[in-house]
């Protein structure tokens, strides 16, 4: 069974910078994409970003493209979402998921249970 744990969510200022990590175990992920998506409140959840965990290859919502940046640490099963130049729009609950590529979101089992991040004007 996937397990999937956030950390690093947290209050920060506009322009400011955050990293969640998130840590997967229960399989090998092989032919898997990991990533995040978030959760305004009153709206619905929305991608952010995945990264394959075979070779690496990078994917963004456009709201976040050239702000956020996704990468991975094979060797511990971690995931990391860099987050920069935060926006208040960008308040949201973030969750980490994992699942075969490509991505069909209502087919999606894997997820965490979130990390609140709330980026202030």
């Known amino acids: 069974q996937v397990q999937l744990v956030e950390s690093g969510g947290g209050l920060v200022q506009a322009g400011g910078s955050l990293r969640l990590s998130c840590a997967a175990s229960?399989?090998?992920?092989?032919?898997?994409?990991l990533g995040w998506f978030r959760q305004a409140p009153g709206k619905e959840r929305e991608f952010v970003a995945a990264?394959?965990?075979?070779?690496?290859?990078?994917y963004y919502a456009h709201s976040v493209k050239g702000r956020f940046t996704i990468s991975r640490d094979n060797a511990n099963n971690t995931v990391y979402l860099q987050m920069n130049k935060l926006k208040p729009e960008d308040t949201a609950v973030y969750y980490c998921?994992?699942?075969?590529?490509?991505?069909?979101?209502?087919?999606?089992?894997?997820w965490g249970k979130g990390t609140l991040v709330t980026v202030s004007s």
């Open positions: 990264i394959s965990w075979n070779n690496g290859n990078t």
């Open positions: 229960g399989r090998t992920f092989s032919n898997y994409a």
């Open positions: 998921a994992a699942e075969m590529w490509p991505w069909v979101v209502d087919d999606m089992e894997n």
